[in-house]
């Protein structure tokens, strides 16, 4: 029998309306909604108890619920209710072997290394395991290698001895982000062959050695002080929702906090007495404290009195939807760029996610002539360097700086017989 996606097969069973109420239970402890929880036990209802009563069974297994998925459920052109009814077959698996129910998650995309130079590569993803790199750094590994492999066997290339230069140069001069990434995947895959006898590429990684490309500066994306107004009134603050992203927004555009720690924020680091926020930057790992503004703290109470939903979570920001956990880092960015998107502010040309708030108030600050040592702690930077990068967008003070260009007389371009003199 084949296995549906998100299916495990188990040997484990119940009785189907104990497993029920045990899952009723746990909607109940994690503050589902009443409707929610109704909308479950009508899709039961109508289907696996249906089902099992036609079939003269009383025990529910993993197995069961998958032949239920297959018999009545049409897996081609999946309409809403379809994808309700696999959902609730889940929840029951879900409660049945964890002991509790996941939240509804998208499944990450997966960069897979296949046929033999993929089985090589791989090799190398296990070596990185075991020097304990995190997950971030392999699954960019990961990444980088899976276009190299999906390039080369475009190419007809699918043994290491096939690999020549021109297809390493030809490579990278597709990838038109990330080079500096690309060619240090590359040089460490190289390396690691040549050091295990996979095969001697020595050669290739000179030919990286000498490889040069040219890195474009570029300037920061923000927004103009009336454009960041804007944005921030144009957020409908009636709903749940509205109002916890109306709190994180503020946080980024009045304070330059980073969506981590926004993310990250809990009630131990608000003090109300002081009006001051306190906190760890994840990041860096540096301590910072800034001062709890007005319109932010009472956006945040807003929320709390208002918006949030009943959690025993320590975090301020949680998710929308039960189970209520905190909520993430692409939960705050995801609310921030839809905010943005929404606000009709011109966004042509330039980012318009949490990060391009914390750019729009270095932008404020230099505006006003704020010391650049203020600025830096108020970023949170470690080093002031950091926010040298921020002059970029200072247009108006680096007019300031320019000198005047003296005007050429004629004759400079007709001396020496009319020949452009150089």
């Not at 959690?311 to 939960?331: C, D, G, L, M, N």
Request: charged share 25%; aromatic share 10%.
């Amino acid at each position: 029998m084949a296995i549906l996606p998100g299916f495990k097969v188990s040997i484990m069973e119940r009785e189907i309306n104990q497993l029920i109420q045990d899952c009723m239970l746990f909607f109940s402890n994690n503050c589902y909604t009443q409707h929610r929880i109704e909308r479950y036990r009508s899709l039961w209802r109508n289907g696996i108890l249906q089902y099992m009563k036609e079939n003269n069974l009383s025990f529910y297994s993993p197995s069961l619920g998958q032949e239920y998925v297959m018999d009545c459920i049409p897996y081609d052109n999946l309409r809403h209710e379809d994808r309700e009814k696999i959902r609730s077959i889940q929840v029951l698996d879900d409660n049945l072997n964890l002991g509790y129910i996941r939240k509804r998650t998208i499944a990450p995309v997966k960069h897979p290394l296949y046929g033999e130079i993929g089985l090589q590569m791989e090799k190398l993803i296990n070596h990185l395991h075991s020097l304990r790199k995190s997950s971030t750094t392999i699954k960019n590994y990961e990444l980088y290698l899976n276009r190299f492999l999906v390039y080369l066997n475009r190419s007809g290339v699918y043994s290491l001895n096939e690999i020549r230069e021109r297809h390493i140069l030809a490579f990278i001069s597709t990838s038109e982000n990330n080079k500096v990434n690309v060619v240090s995947s590359l040089r460490v895959l190289f390396r690691f062959w040549t050091e295990n006898k996979i095969m001697d590429m020595a050669f290739f990684e000179d030919v990286l050695k000498s490889y040069k490309w040219v890195k474009r500066e570029k300037i920061p994306s923000f927004f103009a002080a009336n454009d960041v107004q804007t944005i921030e009134k144009s957020v409908d603050r009636c709903s749940r929702v509205g109002k916890r992203n109306y709190a994180m927004l503020l946080l980024a555009s009045r304070l330059g906090l980073r969506a981590s720690d926004i993310a990250q924020l809990k009630f131990s680091n608000l003090d109300w007495e002081k009006n001051e926020i306190r906190l760890t930057q994840y990041k860096t790992g540096n301590p910072i404290s800034l001062p709890l503004l007005s319109d932010v703290g009472n956006a945040i109470v807003d929320y709390l009195k208002y918006g949030r939903f009943k959690s025993e979570s320590q975090h301020v920001f949680i998710s929308s939807r039960a189970p209520y956990i905190p909520a993430t880092k692409s939960v705050v960015c995801s609310a921030i760029q839809e905010i943005i998107s929404k606000s009709k502010v011109d966004t042509e040309g330039r980012h318009h996610g949490a990060h391009s708030l914390r750019h729009s108030l270095a932008s404020c600050l230099l505006k006003n002539e704020v010391p650049i040592p203020i600025i830096s702690e108020t970023l949170g930077h470690v080093k002031t360097d950091t926010t040298m990068i921020y002059l970029r967008i200072d247009l108006s003070s680096l007019t300031k700086c320019t000198l005047p260009v003296p005007c050429i007389p004629d004759d400079f371009y007709t001396q020496k017989g009319g020949a452009f003199y150089a």
